[in-house]
């Protein structure tokens, strides 16, 4: 046969495969203990509650639930939303206007970059950052501006320094958002202080610049008190807040949501158009039915009391199998469902990761969360799947990778 010569997109040659998605295709195997995905436990799915909306909707509603729906979204959904932003951060005043449904947050973060960037423009990330919205604003070939992460948030010295260095270069036009994940950030799972979110908004009012907030684990808070939201303080002329029903309900809805000024919200809903015309009014409805039913904030303490117990267990398997390494340590998070893991500089866990195959435990290296190709020291591990025996096994298989992994280095 002829070999038939393709004439790909300049954007299609720079994509790359997701580094999570490619390393837990080895996390299926017999045997293996996973703590690469931040897959939440089906265990704590209301499946039985959905089941039976579900059933109801599709022989009631089907009129609109097996039926295209407008592109903003299901306009009962947008109500239960709006109910939950009051309650869940203090945020009123909004209407259907300032809403956006997404298909998953992925989706919410590709809308944003495909609104707001040109090739070339900057965006203002940290080190670590989260992979899919890197994976997302790279789709528009922004520059990233890099800011390293302390105990609780952003460096905010090198924020307003990168900013000044455009200002001073003639470029700070070009700088449209800084990016950050507020809550139990993935992968660090650090969460920004209040006094950083608002020295954040300060300075995005004193240059002009937009904030996107992220914010998919905060109502996944197990101890520590509740710190305020960047658009509770910056309000939507400063933030645009994204957030899920992924990690609170489940998943498999795919149903992600964006908050701003209406001006942007219209701007995204044009550019969703173009994607998928509309999300799927079937998830849609049901979420907006199961909202009107149930508490999901009552129905998430169940999962945030687990997910406390499995951080707990992998903060003290870290302990027990890795505080005798000199320059090891890790993150003791207060919600969310991430721990980074840093052993010392000279080790690197991307080539560490065929030992912990070999050992069938995964994670993922920090490379993957650098928002340029660099090598890390550290690691991402997830806590909220594996059973409590599952962590303390796989973190003792951990160090066990780890002793191979330096004998073959010779450290």
């Known amino acids: 046969m ?16 997701s580094m999570i998605r ?32 579900a059933s109801e909707i599709i022989e009631k509603e089907y009129k609109y639930t097996l039926q295209y729906s407008v592109t903003e979204g299901d306009p009962e959904l947008v109500r239960q939303i709006l109910v939950l932003l009051k309650r869940v951060y203090g945020i009123d005043g909004l209407s259907s206007e300032n809403i956006l449904i997404t298909v998953g947050s992925q989706q919410a973060l590709e809308l944003v970059g ?19 919205a890197l994976s997302a604003f790279r789709m528009r070939d922004p520059q990233f501006l890099v800011v390293k992460f302390d105990d609780d948030g952003p460096d905010i010295n090198m924020v307003e320094q990168r900013i000044k260095d455009l200002e001073e270069s003639g470029q700070i036009r070009y700088l449209k958002f800084i990016y950050v994940v507020s809550n139990f950030q993935n ?7 209040f006094e950083k979110r608002r020295a954040l908004v300060e300075i995005a009012q004193k240059y002009d610049v937009l904030i996107v907030e992220d914010d998919p684990y905060g109502v996944l808070r197990f101890e520590g008190d509740f710190v305020p939201s960047m658009m509770k303080i ?18 498999g809805l795919r149903i992600g949501i964006i908050v701003a000024d209406k001006s942007i919200i ?27 039913r149930y508490d999901v904030l009552e129905q998430i303490k169940t999962a945030v009391t687990l997910y406390k117990q499995k951080k707990d267990a992998m903060v003290k398997a870290l302990e027990e199998n890795f505080g005798d390494i000199p320059g090891a340590r890790w993150t003791n998070p207060q919600g969310g469902l991430f721990i980074w893991f840093t052993l010392p500089e000279e080790y690197n866990t991307m080539e560490m990761f065929e030992f912990a195959e070999q050992n069938k435990v995964f994670y993922i290296p920090g ?19 594996p059973s409590i025996e599952g962590i303390y096994e796989g973190v003792r298989r951990l160090r066990d990778a780890f002793e191979k992994y330096r004998a073959s280095k010779g450290l």
């Open 234 to 251: 910056g309000g939507t002329e400063r933030v645009i807040l994204l957030n899920t029903f992924s990690k609170i309900l489940c998943p």
């Open 2 to 17: 002829q070999n038939t010569q393709y004439h790909f997109s300049k954007l299609a040659g720079k994509l790359k495969s």
């Open 266 to 292: 219209r701007k995204a809903v044009l550019a969703k158009q173009g994607s998928d015309l509309c999300s799927p009014s079937l998830t849609m409805r049901l979420a907006a039915r199961y909202l009107e």
């Open 367 to 385: 490379e993957a969360f650098r928002p340029h190709d660099e090598p890390s020291s550290s690691m991402r591990m997830s806590f909220c799947l």
């Open 187 to 193: 992968p660090s799972g650090i969460t920004t202080s």
């Open 114 to 132: 495909k609104i707001l960037l040109d090739p070339g423009d900057y965006v203002l990330v940290g080190d670590p950052e989260y992979l899919g």
């Open 22 to 53: 490619e390393l837990l295709k080895y996390a299926n195997v017999p045997g293996a203990i996973s703590f690469g995905g931040g897959t939440p436990d089906p265990e704590t799915f209301p499946r039985h509650e959905l089941a039976q909306i």
